[in-house]
C-alpha cells in the first residue's frame, strides 16, 4: 500500500490520506507536503488494538503529542467527543476536541448516518445532530465523514450559528400536530409548551368530549391511542363503534374529565413497527389539558399567531351521546376572549363540511377544510364548494408529490388549484423519521420541507417537531437567490425513480383521483339529542366521518382481548 500510495501520488495530489495504522502514516510523512496533503490518523474502538504500535486505540489517544509527529489531524468515532448512555441518550462532550486542537491537531468525527439513530436527543433530526458538533458554544470539529454529505452541508453552511433570534426569513405558517408530539405525549403541557419554545406558529388542539360535556384536548376520540387506560380500571368501558373507528377503544365520551385528567399520558409511536421509538424518558409524562387551560396557556403567548381548533365526530356526539362540540368549543373560546379582535387567529378545523357551515353560521373564525384522502386535484365544483366555507385546505403530503415504492413521482395539480382559488394550503405530517421520507429526501427531513415548501410553494407546515421547520425558515441560504447553494435546491420529482434501471422498476400505479364535490357535500348536522343517562351508545343512523364518507350501525360489547393488545403495544 505504501508504494501504491507513492506511486499514484506523483500524477494525484490527495488532499487527504487517513489510516489506523501509526507505521503507515510514520512510513509515509516525510514523502508529503503537509499544506498540499494532510495525514490523518483513524482512531477505532478503544479497546481495538493498533497493529502497528500493538497499543489500543484508548491508549494511543492519551499520547495525542505523539500522534501529531506524523499527522495532522485524527478522524475519530463521533462517540468519542459526545457519548451516549445505554439508553442512547447524550452524556456530557469529552475534551477530546480541545485537547487536539492544544496539540495541533485537526478534529474530524465518524460514523454520521441520517438513517441510523444515534441518540434521542437529536429526536431523529440528522441535521441537529451535525450542528451538536460545529455549533455548541464550547468548540467545533474541523470536519465530518457521512454517508449524506447533502446534510453536513446544509447544516455547516445554512445553519451553524444563527443564534436563538434569528430572522424568520420564509413566512410559510409553522402548525402544530398535537404539540411537539415527536418529544412528548400528545396534547400534553409538556407538549405543547415545547411547541411554543420550539417557535411553533400556531398551535393546535383536537377537541374531545367527556361525558360531563367538558371539551378537552387529545389526539383522538379513543384513549387508549394515547394514555394508559386499558390499563386502568376503566378498561370495561371497551366497546366497537365501527362508524368512529374499526376495531374497539374506550372512549373519551364514556368517562368524566375528573376520570381523564388524571390517566397517565402515553407518547405516540407511530413508526414503532420499525423499532423508532420517540423520547422514552418521557413517554408518560405531562398532564392533559381541557380546552379552557388550553386557551388560558395559548392566549399570553406572544410568539403565537393562532390556535388550531380541530372538531371531528359532532354528528354521533350531538345525535348518540347528546354532546354539542361545536357550542361547548364556541362557548370556550368566547370565555377566554377569542370572540375579540385580538392578534391570534382562531383556525377551525375539520373534515366535515357541515361542521364548518355551522361554526360559519356561528362566528367569524377562519375555516380549515381537512381533505382526509389522498387526491391528485380538485374538481372545479368541488373547490367552489370548498370556498363557500373554508379559507384553507389541508392535504395530505402524497396529494402533494405522490410517491411509487418511495420514489417521488411528479408534483400534482392539487396546490395550484387549490390556491388559484384563493385557498391556503397547509400540509400533514411532517415528522424527523426517516421512514416517513420519501427517499429523495435522503433520510433528511429539512430536505423534505425544503422541497415542499420551495418546490411545491405550500402555505402552511403541520409537524410533530415544530424545531426542525421553524428552524429551517431561519436559515442562512433562503432569500439568496441564484445564489442558492445546490444543496438547497428542492428535489426534482421523479429524478431518482428515473435512474432506476427497467428490469427493477416497480409496477406503473395508477393516477390520482381527484375531489369531488359529492365528497364535499354533506347532510346538515343533526340537533343535539336529549340522552338519558343510563343510555347505551348504540345507534342506527349514519353519519360522515371524514370527507362525507357513510359508515356502518355502531354496535357495543366489551373487547377485553382487544383492549389488552392495545395496552401491550404501548407499553
Known amino acids: 500500500m505504501r508504494s501504491f500510495v507513492l506511486s499514484v501520488s506523483r500524477s494525484v495530489v490527495f488532499s487527504y490520506i487517513s489510516s489506523p495504522e501509526v507505521g503507515f502514516l510514520r512510513s509515509i510523512a516525510s514523502r508529503f507536503n503537509p499544506k498540499t496533503t494532510k495525514l490523518v490518523f483513524r482512531f477505532m474502538r478503544q479497546s481495538d488494538v493498533d497493529p502497528s504500535t500493538n497499543q489500543t486505540y484508548g491508549s494511543l489517544l492519551k499520547n495525542l503529542t505523539f500522534i501529531k509527529t506524523f499527522a495532522s489531524g485524527i478522524l475519530v468515532p463521533k462517540g468519542y467527543i459526545w457519548p451516549v448512555d445505554a439508553t442512547l441518550y447524550l452524556q456530557s462532550h469529552t475534551s477530546l476536541v480541545s485537547d487536539a486542537h492544544k496539540a495541533g491537531l485537526e478534529v474530524f468525527a465518524s460514523d454520521f448516518v441520517n438513517d441510523v439513530p444515534s441518540s434521542f436527543n437529536y429526536s431523529y433530526d440528522p441535521l441537529a445532530e451535525y450542528l451538536q458538533f460545529v455549533d455548541n458554544g464550547d468548540f467545533s470539529v474541523d470536519g465530518v465523514l457521512s454517508d449524506f454529505p447533502i446534510t453536513p452541508f446544509e447544516a455547516i453552511g445554512c445553519f451553524a450559528h444563527l443564534g436563538t433570534n434569528a430572522t424568520k426569513k420564509d413566512k410559510t405558517l409553522v402548525i402544530s400536530k398535537y404539540g411537539a408530539s415527536g418529544d412528548y405525549p400528545a396534547c400534553t403541557d409538556l407538549a405543547y409548551n415545547k411547541a411554543i419554545s420550539d417557535g411553533v406558529d400556531v398551535l393546535d388542539c383536537p377537541v374531545q368530549m367527556s361525558k360531563d360535556g367538558t371539551p378537552f384536548c387529545l389526539n383522538s376520540i379513543d384513549l387508549i391511542e394515547s394514555t394508559t387506560v386499558a390499563q386502568s380500571s376503566f ?87 347528546g354532546l354539542s362540540v361545536i357550542d361547548a368549543v364556541i362557548g370556550a373560546l368566547s370565555k377566554a376572549g377569542y370572540d375579540k379582535p385580538g392578534s391570534q387567529k382562531v383556525y377551525i378545523q375539520s373534515t366535515n363540511s357541515s361542521v364548518l357551515l355551522k361554526f360559519k353560521e356561528k362566528t367569524s373564525y377562519e375555516l380549515v377544510y381537512k381533505i382526509d384522502e389522498t387526491v391528485g386535484d380538485a374538481a372545479n365544483a368541488a373547490v367552489e364548494d370548498i370556498k363557500s366555507f373554508a379559507s384553507s385546505v389541508v392535504v395530505n403530503k402524497d396529494s402533494v408529490i405522490p410517491n411509487n ?91 431518482l425513480f428515473g435512474l432506476i434501471t427497467k428490469e427493477f422498476l416497480p409496477p406503473a400505479e395508477a393516477p390520482l383521483p381527484p375531489l369531488t364535490e359529492s365528497e364535499v357535500a354533506e347532510s346538515p348536522l343533526p340537533p343535539v339529542a336529549k340522552i338519558a343517562p343510563a343510555s347505551s351508545p348504540n345507534a342506527r343512523t349514519k353519519f360522515p366521518q371524514g370527507n362525507s364518507q357513510p359508515k356502518v350501525t355502531v354496535c357495543f360489547f366489551l373487547s377485553t382481548l382487544a383492549v389488552f393488545i392495545a395496552s401491550l403495544l404501548l407499553l
Do not use: H
Not at 365501527?242 to 399520558?265: M, R, V, Y
Not at 387549490?418 to 421520507?437: G, H, W
Not at 441560504?477 to 421523479?494: A, I, R
Open 235 to 321: 378498561s370495561k368501558f371497551a366497546m366497537t363503534i365501527p362508524e368512529i373507528k374499526s376495531g374497539s377503544g374506550i372512549f373519551a365520551f364514556n368517562l368524566t374529565w375528573n376520570d381523564i385528567k388524571i390517566l397517565t399520558p402515553s407518547i405516540l409511536n407511530p413508526f414503532a413497527k420499525y423499532r423508532l421509538f420517540r423520547n422514552p424518558r418521557s413517554k408518560n409524562a405531562g398532564t392533559l389539558l381541557a380546552l379552557s387551560d388550553f386557551l388560558s396557556l395559548t392566549k399570553n403567548q406572544t410568539s403565537l399567531s393562532g390556535v388550531a381548533i380541530i372538531v371531528e365526530n359532532a354528528a354521533y356526539l350531538a345525535d348518540k351521546q
Open 405 to 495: 415504492n418511495l420514489f417521488l413521482t411528479a408534483y400534482t395539480n392539487i396546490v395550484p388549484k387549490l390556491k388559484n382559488a384563493n385557498l391556503s394550503v397547509f400540509v400533514e405530517t411532517f415528522s424527523n423519521e426517516f421512514v416517513s421520507q420519501a427517499w429523495d429526501f435522503f433520510s433528511d427531513p429539512t430536505v423534505e420541507i425544503n422541497s415542499y415548501i420551495e418546490g411545491a410553494q405550500i402555505d402552511g407546515i403541520i409537524t410533530d417537531f415544530p424545531k426542525t421547520a421553524d428552524r429551517y425558515r431561519r436559515n442562512k441560504c433562503l432569500g439568496l437567490g441564484d445564489n442558492k447553494p445546490t444543496y438547497m435546491e428542492p428535489v426534482q420529482p421523479g429524478g
